[in-house]
């Protein structure tokens, strides 16, 4: 089980009384992982309650590093792409990369991106985006190995 946090929405995660902040927090602290990497760890380094708690993760290997030279590239090649409708290549290409498919995020176009099976297949992509959502939490496997 895997989900990649977009940086739209940090501030939830990250929010001691907020109720999709405090199920995704206890679901990393016990089930679950995230990825981080590439243009996606950078702007995480910008937040430093985000950084130590990304940090933190990745010491308790609930947080999967992908390395930034891949993550760099595949962002470059899908920038190039028309078919992307989201400013954000660099998390459809940690998705890819990682195999997580699942995003918690604000963004529509990039959820819309991330749900289409032209980009994102095998299984596609979901969007969590409140408690009711927490079944996406149970149904999906993991994320790539390392």
Not at 34 to 63: D, P, W
Not at 111 to 131: A, H, Q
């Amino acid at each position: 089980m895997c989900i990649i946090v977009d940086t739209n929405v940090l501030s939830i995660l990250l929010d001691p009384n907020d109720k999709v902040g405090i199920q995704l927090r206890e679901w990393l602290r016990t089930k679950g992982k995230t990825v981080i990497g590439g243009r996606y760890g950078r702007e995480v380094r910008l937040n430093l309650v985000a950084a130590k708690y990304f940090a933190e993760l990745v010491r308790q290997s609930r947080a999967r590093i992908i390395p930034d030279g891949q993550l760099d590239h595949l962002t470059e090649e899908l920038a190039k792409d028309d078919q992307l409708s989201s400013d954000d290549p660099h998390i459809i290409a940690l998705a890819i990369l990682s195999k997580a498919r699942i995003l918690f995020t604000h963004d529509q176009a990039l959820g819309k991106d991330f749900k289409n099976k032209e980009i994102i297949n095998n299984p596609r992509g979901c969007i969590y985006k409140s408690p009711s959502h927490a079944k996406l939490l149970k149904h999906h496997k993991g994320c790539a190995p390392d």
